[in-house]
């Protein structure tokens, strides 16, 4: 993946956040690139923060997320720049539900995303996304320095998109076409849909009703 | 008028008795904080209190309109829990939340002590 990025973006800044792994890929990925060991693991919220207040302290004017487990082609990361460049945004999404092609995820994956990104859109009317839940993402200055205060720990992609768009940020989304996970699981198993669900829609509930949470 | 047995107020004193000073001296070496120690304490002193003045439950009754005297004191005694689970909870995600931070902080002054980075 590492190689993959260099190959198709020369010039940029990458970081690599392991958080925890035990099967090595601190020691393989910081030969290539800076690299971040969390010293506990944190969980996904904790680890994307981490690079978020890296970028900041860094003074980059924007920054783009991708997981690990190559389901985000770095060949796509360019699409997200240039929608950027078109019409800036403090998140861009990249959306595999407006791509014609690749991994489209799984039925119910795909009903729950689309639950997900009614709400948000009945509760923040400017907000008319298809894929809240990508973890492939184009963050400004305005979103990096909001991340960097406050991000959510568990589910972060939808409950962090629902604190931006209060915080009076704008969200744009672009196509990019996805692959199957390479390496490793989901975390979202067996009864953990239900949790997810649960509490991915509290949270934007709380976002748009609550001026002072979080 | 309702009496106590002797036997009962020597057990509830004996406990009431131990249990305060345990949880004074646990306060006196910082393993509580005051606050804690009201708290728990409500633990010895509200059963303490109706097994002392044993027309109490009956007049809490009256007050609180429930049929069953003892109804009241555990209510109370409910509400001390929950009051303390709450403060207990309360805590216990503020201590996350630092810890959260406490990690990604020195996990990033790590990355910069081992690797001074020659990006950006």
Redesign the interface.
Known sequence: LLDEIARQCPGD??LVIDDGSSDGTYQVA?GRS???????N?GIG?AI??GI??AE????DFCVQIDGDGQHPPSEIAKLVQAYRDQPRSIIIGSRYLSDGGFNSTLPRRAGSAAIAGALGILFPQCQVSDPTSGMRLLDRAAIRLFSARYP?DYPEPISLAWALREGLSVGEVPVTMRARVHGQSSIIGWKPLAYMFRVLSYILLARFMRFYP | MATTNPHTLIAVAIFASWYLLHTAIKTGRQQLDLYDLAMLSMVAIIPAAFTFIPSLADRLARIFGVAFPFVAMFGMLFAILFIFVHRLTVKLHRLERDN?LL??E???L??SLD?P?P??
């Open positions: 800044s990458t910081r800076p690299t971040v060991r969390m010293l506990r944190l904790g923060q981490t207040k890296y302290r860094n003074d980059f720990h | 959260r990690i990604q020195l996990s990033l790590k990355h690797r980075d990006q950006p």
